[in-house]
């Protein structure tokens, strides 16, 4: 079956980076999207940026610009979301989600999420 | 960036009552428009794609409707366990842009 696992809880001091994993099974990881989400307390979601795994190109949100780098490795089917220079207001739950390649396009996977606080 | 305004931002309803949330794009996204399901500490669930298809395993009290820039969830007989947060999202292009979510509580 489909999973998206998606590493564990981290706590960052402001000014910090954290790097966020997800790792896919159950289907080709290069035959889909990999979107990153984020959603703050008592905020809606926020899209950040996604990956072709199979090229490697990617794209991001504006927001993010020059503060969010997503990768992969295509040997471990492992996405990966940076994000440095981190603030109190990046504290938020991190999701990463897959994209069907073609559309109409959706989000058909979820990982479980995973928490960022970033706290002094 | 395209916006999606949802609405309501809450609603409380009985079991067995119909339920429909609505989201308005600040522009014409043909039917791009998917439907998620969150429940707490679970990853969201897709519900409904392109406006109105239903995903598998979804039940079919769940549809979708809308086109350009007006879309509808309907519930059509609401359960206990349909208790959850629901939120639309554009797929038309990106930034892939979400309403703000509606929390739907059961009475």
């Known amino acids: 079956q489909v999973q998206l696992e998606q590493s564990g809880a981290e706590v960052k001091k402001p000014g910090a980076s954290v790097k966020v994993s997800c790792k896919a099974s159950?289907?080709?990881?290069?035959?889909?999207?990999i979107h990153w989400v984020r959603q703050a307390p008592g905020q809606g979601l926020e899209w950040m940026g996604w990956?072709?795994?199979?090229?490697?190109?990617?794209s991001y949100a504006q927001k993010f610009q020059g503060r969010v780098t997503v990768t992969r490795d295509t040997s471990i089917s492992t996405a990966y979301m940076e994000l440095s220079r981190l603030r109190s207001d990046d504290t938020a739950v991190y999701y990463c989600?897959?994209?069907?390649?073609?559309?109409?396009?959706?989000?058909?996977?979820w990982g479980q999420g995973t928490l960022v606080t970033v706290s002094p | 960036d395209i916006q999606m305004t949802q609405s309501p931002s809450s609603l409380s309803a009985s079991v067995g009552e119909r339920v429909t949330i609505t989201c308005r794009a600040s522009?014409?996204?043909?039917?791009?428009v998917n439907w998620y399901q969150r429940k707490p500490g679970k990853a969201p669930k897709l519900l409904i794609s392109?406006?109105?298809t239903l995903q598998s395993g979804v039940p079919s009290r769940f549809s979708g409707s809308g086109s350009g820039t007006d879309f509808t969830l309907t519930i059509s007989s609401l359960q206990p366990e349909d208790s959850a947060t629901y939120f639309c999202?554009?797929?038309?292009?990106?930034?892939?842009?979400f309403g703000q979510g509606t929390r739907l509580e059961i009475k």
């Open positions: 522009q014409s996204i043909s039917t791009y």
């Open positions: 999202q554009q797929s038309y292009t990106t930034p892939r842009t």
């Open positions: 990956i072709n795994p199979s090229s490697g190109v990617t």
């Open positions: 392109a406006a109105s």
């Open positions: 989600a897959r994209e069907w390649a073609a559309r109409p396009y959706y989000f058909d996977y």
């Open positions: 159950g289907y080709t990881f290069t035959g889909y999207y």
